[in-house]
Structure formats: C-alpha cells, structure tokens
C-alpha cells in the first residue's frame, strides 16, 4: 500500500501543479494591461494560507512529505500572484488589499502554527489541531465556486466558468482522496471529496449549459465575475 500511496501521491502533485498555475493566464492580462481591473485578491489570498498551512501540516506529520512539496510550491506560486496582484491593484483599493494579505497570510498563519505549538506539546497533537484547521479551510474554499455555478444557472452562459480549471479539480479532489483513503487520512479525506463531488456538479452543469441560449439581459447589464480557485490539499 506504501508503493501504491505514493504513486498516487505523485499523480496528485503533478495535477495540483497544474490548478496552481491555471491562474497565469490571468495574471499575464493582469501585467500587460498593468491593472487588476475588476479581478478580487480573495481567492489567492486564501490559496496562499491554505498552501502554507498544508506545508507545515506534511512537514509535521510522518509520511506527508508529498503534501508538504505541493504546497510549497503552490505556496510560491500563489506569492508570485498576491504580490503582482499587489503591485498593479488601483490606489482605491491598496490598503484593503494589503490589510487582507497582512491578516491572512501573516498574522492568521503565524497564530495557528505558534498556537498549536504551545497548546500541544507532542507532534501527533500538533498534526492532528493542524490537520482540523488546513481540513476546515479546504472545505470552505472548495465551496467558493457555487458563486460561479449561480452566475452559469442565472446567465445560462459557461463564459465565467473555465472548463480546464473546474476539470482539474475535479481530478486533484479525486486523486488527492484516493491517496487519502490509502493512509486513512480523514483530514485530507474529507474536504478532497467534497472538493470531488463540487467538482463533479461543475462538470455536469458545465455540460449542461455549454451549449445554452445565453440570458441576453444579464449580459447586457455587463455582469463581471472574478474568477475563483478553491484551495488544494
């Protein structure tokens, strides 16, 4: 099983590499036109948290390792992102943006690691209160696209939902809970399939709608949605 956990692990490192850096395309438009426009940090703030909590969690617990690599590269993609988002956010919006990355990627992550630290004094305590935190975030941001699937229903256009980024967290939810399933692991377990099961209902209701008679009236109110991206694991 130890063979098979880690190919599997391997195949959800590839995959979850590919979902970090689904967003480039977005942060290249960001950098030519030299503004964020109507694009949200929010997503990307919260991916970084979530990606530097879930290195500390494989750091912390035996046999992780394989977690612990993905998200620290997706701790440094998703850096690259806040900072350019940073870099090229209107004045307007500056200091909330930079209130926003200052509380969630320094402050919140620094409390929960000396938190759990100093409350539990062996590793398996700390692994485990980890584990709860990175395991509650991950269900909350996998979440985050039934805002867009609203936009599809409403519109009746997949316009604001891309194909590829909803198709390869449909895959990272799958893998990363076979994987889990592997070494009972009910803290990547839980939100990777319900990351599965959302990404399934955006497939399906990608599926629908591609093909739809778009609701003319809500396009022409010029409706813009920020892309989202649910946090990995």
Known sequence: ????????????????????????????????GRSTEEYECLPYVCTLM????????GIVTPGEYLVSTVNGFG??????????????VPKSRFLKTVAMVLALNVCF?????????TAFGDANSRSTSMGFICATLNIIMYGSPLSVIKTVVTTRSVQFMPFWLSFFLFLNGAIWGVY?????????????????LLGTVQLLIYAYYRNARPNVQDHEEGLIIPPSQPLLS
């Open 1 to 32: 099983m130890a063979d098979l956990s880690f190919y599997v692990g391997v195949i959800g490192n590839v995959i979850s590499v590919l979902v970090f850096l689904s967003p480039v395309e977005t942060f290249w438009k960001i950098v030519k």
């Open 75 to 88: 701790a440094l993609a998703e850096s690259i992102y806040v900072l350019i988002f940073l870099f090229f």
């Open 50 to 57: 979530s990606s530097s909590l879930w290195t500390y969690y």
């Open 180 to 196: 889990a399933l592997l070494l009972h692991d009910v803290f990547l377990l839980v939100p990777n399939g319900m990351g599965f």
């Open 109 to 117: 992550p620094v409390i929960a690691i000396l938190g759990t630290r």
